[in-house]
């Protein structure tokens, strides 16, 4: 599984963001998708992910600002950032749970999301 993150950059505190991941290679292989971020000097934490069936699951510090969602068609996973807060600022990398006999974790590039104050 390779996955490819877009989006990000500089914006201000309040402002909005889009990234989005794309799946590529044994995709049907994919349980969840979804997005962890780590700021410097801290350990990685989850942001959203979302099952091929849509359900999903947030970190409790982005609850009611970001969504998170998915097109199956594109195997492609979006994430809106809302009401954006300098606490928000991190590399926010794409994550892929896959299942197959045991489990394992894809990563894609980390994308950086700076929000200044």
């Known amino acids: 599984v390779q996955l490819q993150a877009f989006g990000g950059g500089l914006v201000q505190a309040g402002g909005f963001l889009g990234l989005s991941c794309a799946a590529s290679g044994s995709i049907s292989s994919i349980v969840t998708m979804g997005w962890y971020r780590q700021a410097p000097g801290e350990q990685r934490e989850l942001v959203a992910h979302?099952?091929?069936?849509?359900?999903?699951s947030y970190g409790d510090s982005v609850k009611d600002r970001f969504t998170i969602s998915r097109d199956n068609a594109k195997n492609t996973v979006y994430l809106r950032m809302n009401s954006l807060k300098p606490e928000d600022t991190a590399a926010y990398y794409c994550?892929?749970?896959?299942?197959?006999?045991?489990?394992?974790?894809?990563w894609g590039q980390g994308t950086q999301v700076t929000v200044s104050s």
């Open positions: 994550h892929a749970l896959v299942v197959v006999m045991t489990t394992y974790h894809y």
């Open positions: 979302i099952t091929r069936g849509g359900s999903t």
